[in-house]
């Protein structure tokens, strides 16, 4: 199937579970996949079918699902091997090494899920790592009453925005990408010694697509390498203002039942502040990607 490239009303696709439509989420980025109930068998030509809309606009969102564990790993699976979680801390699932809970709950005085509160900067997950996370999908269990959504910035129309001095003076360069989770998890801050970190390029090219997009992050980026710390700065801040003009952001309000799927290649993505005292639960799992080039 062939995703519509001007991203108006795409064609309704027969399935094995219904006829899928899709629904575009805002005029640059997402699609709501409509139509389909994911604990259900799912043939090939109508998994290809979400997956082509998938690579053609960067997140995919399905609405009223009720997925146990076991389902949304199922679901995940179609697109590849899960990756471990990385920080093993409260909110890792005890069923699944791929699988986490984001969440403020606390249960006897414990965190049952990670990055439980507030605001979090823009990031794309994983980036730190040799081979980040290419999928990430998360499933709403439990939502605050207002709050805590999750903004969608495109880092193909980024890049595409840039000046031509720009992407000329950046062509071939890496930067480090840094993540200290105890220290700094959703606010950039002072890191450790210790921190993961690793260096990819600033411009990767997204290997189903064959398009650059802009690979950088407000959060985990630390600075450009072979360049002066003082015009790395000046750079990516002007990088970081590009990703979050909102004409290519998307804002996601979540309601029980929301699966959104996003592609870390070709997107960034932060969380809106929320009422501390409410209850947020979110469960996340994660597939393994390719090294970026």
């Not at 068998?41 to 109508?46: F, G, H, S, Y």
């Not at 076991?70 to 909110?91: C, I, K, M, W, Y």
């Not at 000329?168 to 606010?187: I, K």
């Not at 801050?189 to 950088?216: C, D, I, Q």
Request: aromatic residues 10%; hydrophobic residues 40%; proline residues 5%.
């Amino acid at each position: 199937m062939s995703v519509a490239s001007n991203r108006s009303e795409l064609p309704a696709t027969p399935g094995a579970v219904g006829a899928l439509r899709f629904r575009p989420l805002s005029p640059n980025i997402g699609v709501e996949v409509q139509g389909i109930d994911l604990r259900q068998p799912m043939d090939e030509a109508t998994f290809r079918a979400i997956e082509a809309a998938w690579h053609a606009n960067c997140i995919i969102f399905f609405r009223d699902q009720k997925l146990d564990e076991d389902e949304q790993v199922a679901f995940t699976s179609r697109f590849g091997p899960l990756a471990q979680v990385l920080n093993r801390h409260g909110g890792a699932s005890k069923h699944h090494p791929g699988v986490m809970f984001v969440s403020n709950i606390r249960e006897n005085g414990e965190l049952i899920g990670a990055l439980p509160d507030g605001e979090m900067m823009f990031h794309s997950d994983q980036c730190y790592i040799e081979r980040p996370c290419y999928a990430t999908l998360l499933y709403a269990i439990e939502i605050p009453k207002q709050g805590g959504n999750t903004l969608f910035a495109n880092m193909y129309k980024a890049y595409e925005a840039l000046p031509a001095a720009i992407k000329t003076r950046l062509q071939g360069m890496y930067a480090e990408h840094v993540y200290d989770y105890g220290n700094a998890p959703t606010q950039k801050g002072a890191v450790t010694e210790a921190a993961r970190r690793y260096a990819h390029p600033v411009f990767r090219t997204h290997p189903a697509a064959g398009k650059k997009a802009l690979y950088v992050n407000r959060l985990m980026t630390d600075h450009i390498i072979g360049m002066e710390r003082a015009e790395s700065d000046q750079i990516l801040a002007m990088l970081f203002d590009v990703i979050e003009n909102p004409a290519w952001i998307y804002e996601h309000k979540w309601r029980i039942g929301d699966l959104l799927m996003w592609d870390n290649r070709c997107t960034t993505h932060a969380r809106t502040d929320f009422d501390v005292a409410e209850r947020r639960l979110l469960r996340r799992s994660v597939v393994l990607g390719e090294k970026p080039y």
